[in-house]
């Protein structure tokens, strides 16, 4: 990685960088899993406002959420106008170089554990 990526990721905790076939991309990660890596790519947005509203969702997300839930979910309708910025990228093709990661299928797993309960009936004396 330059220079130059390296102090933006410092900057910016919960940006992702990341290559498919030789192509860079930096963004922040919507939703990681075995098959597919869904992105929100800073370098497509256009406009210099929109890309400083971004940072500043980014960094709302980053410090006041637990980072396991996905930005589009935490700040729902004031991220929604990036929703023309979502790039869908293969897994197995994607390679992550750096930065977080948000896993929805980590997070189910984690919630859904199975528990034994085993009633004991007593006899009496």
């Not at 790039?87 to 984690?110: C, M, N, W, Y």
Request: charge should be positive.
């Amino acid at each position: 990685m330059d220079d130059k990526i390296t102090t933006v990721l410092t900057n910016f905790p919960f940006l992702s960088y990341g290559f498919l076939q030789e192509t860079p991309y930096l963004g922040i990660i919507q939703n990681c899993d075995n098959q597919l890596l869904s992105m929100y790519v800073l370098d497509l947005i256009p406009d210099e406002r929109l890309r400083k509203y971004f940072l500043d969702c980014g960094s709302e997300w980053w410090w006041d959420s637990n980072r396991r839930i996905p930005i589009n979910i935490f700040l729902k309708e004031r991220f929604r106008i990036f929703r023309l910025y979502l790039k869908h990228f293969s897994r197995k093709d994607f390679e992550l170089v750096s930065g977080p990661s948000v896993s929805l299928q980590e997070t189910i797993a984690r919630r859904v554990r199975k528990r034994q309960i085993t009633l004991v009936r007593r006899l009496p004396d």
